[in-house]
């Protein structure tokens, strides 16, 4: 629409300036008509105000341009800030709403909420894992899990509350919770830290235990640890303070399975 709007412009500037050249009396050659025309529709052609509506368009479909992976990040990232403020009882539509595009294209990605939720915390325990506990116990090994739970405390907060929020929900609802969708992530925890004692077992730091049962425990001990803190008593640990009651912990945990 807007490039006619401009077609109309020029064409009537162009006709203008003919008729008051063509009308005027010291005006009256033919040349001189046509060279001030002329003049016109070059100063008109190398502004490139007829290409503006074009330049625009074609800038915004660039930022719009998206690949499907860089699409569905976006989905997921949005949808976790949304589920931290409104539990499980955000939609595709307020993700839809927040990025400024079609709930279609969302469900052309994620087929349904629940693949959202899945994604969501398969990011944030996938993330927990790359930085997390070495594969390999070392002769280190009682540094490097404070290193890593202390890491794992830091960064634990906000799974918790998405858990909380995400559990919470479903239980008012009426609705036993999906559990599937903890235990495809949980596994991602899980597995690394069983990982690390099954390698601390075969090098003889630690005496031989149920792997599986062990890193549950463990988790399942620290979860409690960092609930008590940041959701009953709503407080913030110094990193001294952190570091010494995670070395307790460590140790406690050591003294469990180490080789007598």
């Known amino acids: 629409m807007q490039s006619i709007y401009s077609l109309y412009q020029f064409i009537f500037k162009f006709t203008t300036s003919f008729n008051i050249i063509k009308s005027t009396s010291q005006y009256n050659s033919p040349y001189l008509t046509i060279k001030n025309s002329c003049s016109i529709l070059s100063k008109y052609l190398l502004s490139n105000k007829h290409l503006d509506y074009r330049r625009i368009k074609l800038k915004s479909n660039s930022k719009s341009r998206m690949s499907r992976e860089e699409r569905a990040e976006q989905i997921v990232n949005i949808g976790k800030e949304l589920m931290l403020k ?22 052309c990605i994620f087929p349904n909420k629940k693949k959202i939720i899945e994604a969501i915390y398969s990011k944030i325990f996938t993330s927990v894992e790359i930085l997390g506990i070495p594969k390999e116990a070392s ?88 609930f008590f803190h940041e959701l009953f008593l709503r407080e913030k640990l110094s990193d001294e303070e952190l570091k010494c009651k995670i070395s307790t912990f460590i140790d406690l945990f050591i003294n469990g399975i180490n080789k007598i």
């Open 86 to 107: 409104k539990g499980y009882s955000f939609t595709a539509k307020d993700i839809a709403n927040a990025i400024g595009i079609s709930e279609t294209m969302i469900y």
């Open 139 to 226: 002769e280190n090994y009682r540094n490097e899990l404070i290193d890593y739970f202390i890491f794992f405390y830091k960064n634990v907060t906000e799974r918790n509350m998405l858990e909380f929020h995400y559990l919470y929900a479903m239980d008012k609802s009426g609705n036993r919770p999906d559990l599937s969708l903890l235990e495809k992530s949980a596994s991602n925890l899980n597995g690394p830290l069983e990982n690390y004692i099954i390698s601390g077992i075969n090098k003889g730091y630690f005496r031989k235990v149920n792997t599986e049962s062990a890193a549950e425990f463990i988790y399942s001990a620290f979860f409690n640890f960092v």
